[in-house]
């Protein structure tokens, strides 16, 4: 167990619609990070947080967002969803999020657009 | 700008034989150097780390991998394969500023009886 906690686990929905995952960092983290997994793309990176702020941007679609909250939990919400969208997205934290700190991944949560 | 690449997509032993996965990294600076892995249906794991300290480094489950800065590789090899390390294999850069991880594109590696 990583101590990093993502909800829902699986996720299936309609095209057009919109989700929203949910990531618990480990305690202590202070930075959290969003990766997408699809066979054609691999493991891309998406956003990064640290201490609420946002720090780093990747490939990330317009449609989709993130925030980072007070308490460190960060939620990504995928919006107008295509059938493209489908794929594992982890959350990772580390602790202050630098070129040599640790990422521990969460379990990931899996999207099926439909 | 930092990339990684593994050579080899899929790679095949028998258990109780070595195993080598090749990763070379590209970067402008002294990178810090990951290798994770993920089994199936299951998050990513890390399994060991380079960040500039002994250039081999010995990571869980018996790994280990050597930083050669002159051949650009960090390949990673395990002596002998046990049938539970069939999964997917992650070689992985972090940026400077950031940390955030470029993955290359995985090796699957299975582990034959």
């Known amino acids: 167990d990583s101590g990093v906690t993502q909800t829902p686990k699986h996720l299936i929905t309609a095209t057009g619609q919109r989700v929203t995952l949910r990531c618990s960092p480990r305690?202590?983290?202070?930075?959290v990070y969003w990766y997408q997994q699809s066979l054609d793309q691999g493991l891309q990176f998406l956003i990064q947080?640290?201490?609420?702020?946002?720090?780093a941007k990747g490939n990330i679609l317009e449609r989709f967002s993130a925030q980072q909250f007070p308490d460190l939990h960060s939620e990504l919400n995928l919006s107008s969803l295509e059938l493209g969208d489908s794929a594992l997205y982890f959350c990772?934290?580390?602790?202050?999020?630098?070129?040599?700190?640790?990422?521990?991944f969460g379990q990931g949560t899996r999207l099926t657009v439909v | 700008a930092q990339s990684v690449t593994q050579l080899d997509s899929h790679v095949s032993v028998s258990e109780g034989t070595p195993v080598l996965l090749r990763c070379n990294y590209s970067?402008?600076?002294?990178?810090?150097l990951f290798w994770y892995v993920q089994h199936p249906n299951k998050g990513l794991q890390l399994l060991l780390k380079?960040?500039?300290?002994?250039?081999l480094v010995k990571g869980i489950n018996g790994f280990e991998a050597e930083f050669k800065k002159s051949e650009t590789s960090f390949h990673l090899t395990k002596p002998s394969a046990h049938m539970s390390d069939a999964a997917e294999y992650f070689c992985?850069?972090?940026?400077?500023?950031?940390?955030?991880?470029?993955f290359g594109q995985g090796t699957t590696l299975q582990v034959k009886p």
């Open positions: 970067s402008s600076y002294s990178p810090s």
């Open positions: 380079y960040t500039s300290a002994a250039t």
């Open positions: 305690s202590g983290d202070l930075s």
């Open positions: 992985v850069v972090s940026t400077i500023n950031t940390g955030k991880l470029i």
């Open positions: 990772a934290s580390s602790v202050e999020g630098g070129q040599s700190a640790e990422a521990f």
């Open positions: 947080y640290y201490n609420g702020e946002e720090r």
